[in-house]
């Protein structure tokens, strides 16, 4: 049975920074494929300044994204950085010319990965790394993540790095990551109809880390549901509101970073925060999706 939270907070706190629960993730930015140059630079810029201006804090991007495209856009839309800004990017993969997604996870791969982020964002620390591993192609598959992991704490002891997390991993890799360093955040698929993590998202909202749902409305295939339209018709919100409001309510360490190029999704998805759903809704939704036990 989910356990829903009973209160709704709009922060929770990121390594040692303090962010809004509703992020913005900068996947779209780049081109078609997350790859290549935007079709309209100047609107992902503004699409930025305007998040920005929402209040939004917390900004998920990669290098592998473009590759390096993206993150030179945040930096050209964004730099000098608001005091209060929180730049998570991740590492683990690298673009070959044909736009494919390749695993770079060596020593000096992952080396080159940071510097590359460091250049393009215009920072001499990043504020969140996140390892990114690759998996099969259904998602998290058993294997140990020591030795990947131990070079970013390098790189964090070289301070290059203030705080590290981990994506597409299993509860038994993160707790391998542990091990070796603190782990601020795991980045992995959840949402209303992906719900393999149920478990997993609550242990970690009992040790306080937090839990980043990348595609949280479905990503390439968005979300489509009767009862979540239904929902949504009952309380005059897009289905896509409710579907992050569903999240924000599943659990306070939730931090959601919904990706758009669109200024008007992004302001929908900015008052999604301000969406209660009541406990009628919550069990129409709560039936969506598939959910099973971690081991």
Not at 151 to 179: C, M, Y
Request: contains cysteine; proline residues 6%.
């Amino acid at each position: 049975m989910t356990i829903y939270s009973t209160r709704h907070p709009s922060t929770f706190t990121l390594g040692d920074r303090t962010v809004r629960r509703v992020g913005y993730g900068a996947m779209q930015l780049a081109g078609p494929g997350v790859f290549g140059p935007p079709r309209d630079r100047h609107s992902a810029i503004a699409v930025l300044r305007e998040a920005v201006s929402l209040g939004i804090n917390h900004i998920d991007t990669s290098d592998f994204y473009g590759p390096h495209i993206t993150n030179q856009i945040i930096r050209e839309a964004l730099h000098p950085y608001p005091d209060d800004l929180v730049i998570v990017t991740k590492v683990g993969a690298r673009r070959p010319a044909d736009g494919s997604w390749v695993p770079a996870m060596s020593r000096e791969e992952l080396t080159r990965a940071v510097h590359d982020n460091l250049e393009n964002l215009g920072l001499d620390v990043l504020d969140v790394v996140n390892l990114r591993v690759m998996g099969d192609a259904h998602g998290p598959s058993e294997g140990s993540i020591a030795g990947t992991l131990a070079t970013l704490a390098d790189l964090k002891a070289q301070g290059l790095i203030r705080h590290i997390g981990v994506s597409n991993v299993t509860p038994r890799q993160f707790a391998e990551a542990q091990s070796i360093s603190e782990i601020v955040c795991v980045q992995n698929m959840y949402n209303l109809s992906q719900r393999d993590d149920d478990s997993f998202l609550d242990a970690l909202a009992q040790q306080g880390v937090a839990y980043v749902p990348y595609f949280p409305l479905g990503g390439f295939s968005p979300l489509q549901s009767d009862a979540l339209s239904s929902v949504a018709q009952m309380l005059g919100a897009t289905p896509m509101q409710v579907a992050l409001a569903w999240l924000l309510q599943r659990s306070p360490n939730l931090l959601l970073i919904p990706g758009t190029s669109s200024p008007e999704h992004l302001r929908e998805n900015v008052t999604a925060a301000d969406l209660t759903l009541p406990e009628e809704a919550l069990a129409q939704l709560g039936g969506i999706g598939n959910s099973r036990a971690e081991a």
